[in-house]
């Protein structure tokens, strides 16, 4: 009988999986992925085989299909119906925070869930959704093992110069400081880069993760010395519908001059800002692109230049620039922003071969560029199949 690893990503809505054959020492390759979507709305489940044969595509009513518990039941009917001879051995969750001391995967025991419990403030829209999918598994399947693997954790290398807010000191050790994101991203590209750009792994690299949550990440050496988010994911660049770095004097502002609440703040933070507030269009760049609307223009301009001052500042740390990597959604599929940021950073030495970029590299800067531009997918959920496999000694 073969053995399988289910990878779980709680959102608020949604529960996105994938099931990854975990014999072996070899290559960890992925036997389905999918999600439940619209939990609390419209919840749906739909998966692709290996081959991107759609599996599975059912829709239920919310009464039906209400939370993260029932929609990890249909998963495992999935499994049982789909997969019958394989043998789940265990769990790798994606966990949004693991606060300043993790900084590696951990096993999940009653211990380490109470840890996690207390980083609910530093993440309260993502982490009780990932630790209520682990608690989900542990009452279903009390004998299976679980890990939690980190975005906060590969930037844990960081320096404490670089974690440090200028507030009083106190706040650092009360936990106000720099956390940094999309680490699984990061360290998947950090760990592809000796294969796809064997010339760059060991430098200065930043790597733009461009979805609908995005951020930059200097990297020197495979480690993370810099990143654009912070203490919560609303920092650095912006996003499908977060402002990015902004004066904290606008929140102020917001709250005592507009009278909003801080509930109201949150909710324009978090879901009415970045590319959806500018454009009063919406958060995807696909549609903003094919728009001629100057607001969708206006929306996409500025996302552009906020990833050319991030990459001047994080060049800055690493002390001069050897390479640019794109990925995620937007990293991936837009030649034209990628276009456009390239164009912006030839004051650095990025050269965009255009034949390269509208194929999507992997290198996409000119034989002669004196710093090179790649883009290279990233692959989360096989960076938590690897540290799962690895933990539980599969
Ligand atoms: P997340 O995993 O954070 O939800 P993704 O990495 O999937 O996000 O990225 C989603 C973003 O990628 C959306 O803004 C979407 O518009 C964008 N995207 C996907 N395909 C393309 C494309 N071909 N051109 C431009 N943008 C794209």
């Known amino acids: ?51 991107g044969q759609v599996i599975v595509d059912q829709r239920w009513t919310t009464s039906e299909l209400a939370n993260h518990a029932q929609a990890l039941q249909e998963i495992a009917v999935l499994l049982r119906s789909r997969f019958a001879g394989q043998e789940l051995a265990g769990v790798g969750h994606r966990v949004v925070h693991g606060g300043p001391d993790y900084s590696a995967p951990l096993l999940i025991t009653p211990q380490a869930m109470e840890k996690l419990a207390t980083f609910v ?68 590209i950090a760990a592809t880069l000796p294969d796809v750009a064997p010339e760059i792994a060991a430098g200065r690299v930043v790597v733009a993760h461009l979805g609908s949550g995005a951020s930059m990440c200097a990297i020197r050496d495979g480690r993370s010395v810099g990143s654009s988010m912070g203490f919560t994911a609303l920092d650095g660049l912006m996003m499908g519908t977060r402002p990015g770095n902004m004066d904290p004097g606008i929140i102020l502002y917001l709250l005592q001059q507009e009278g909003m609440s801080a509930r109201d703040v949150e909710n324009m933070l978090y879901k009415r800002s970045g590319l959806l507030g500018l454009s009063g269009i919406g958060n995807d760049m696909r549609v903003l692109q094919d728009s001629d609307s100057p607001r969708a223009r206006l929306a996409i301009a500025h996302f552009v230049y906020r990833i050319n001052r991030e990459l001047g500042g994080l060049a800055a740390v690493l002390g001069g620039l050897d390479a640019l990597v794109f990925t995620a959604g937007i990293g991936e599929n837009s030649a034209h922003i990628r276009r456009l940021v390239c164009e912006q950073a030839r004051w650095l030495g990025i050269d965009l071969d255009p034949a390269a970029n509208e194929q999507a590299g992997p290198r996409i800067s000119s034989a002669g560029s004196r710093v090179s531009a790649w883009v290279v997918p990233t692959n989360e959920e096989l960076m938590i199949a690897r540290h799962t496999r690895k933990l539980l000694g599969l």
């Open 121 to 188: 403030p530093l993440a309260p829209l993502h982490q009780p959704h990932n630790l209520a999918a682990i608690r989900a598994v542990q009452e279903a399947r009390p004998e299976l093992p679980q890990v939690a693997c980190f975005d906060t954790a590969f930037h844990r290398t960081q320096d404490t110069v670089a974690q440090l807010y200028g507030l009083p000191y106190e706040y650092y050790e009360r936990g106000i400081r720099r956390y940094g994101f999309h680490g699984l991203s990061y360290e998947y």
């Open 1 to 51: 009988m073969g053995r399988v690893i289910l990878v779980l990503n709680a959102g608020s809505s949604s529960l996105k999986f994938s099931i990854f054959e975990a014999g072996g020492c070899g290559v960890l390759s992925a036997m389905a992925v999918g999600q439940v979507e619209g939990l609390g709305t419209a919840p749906r489940l739909k998966a692709r085989g290996a081959d």
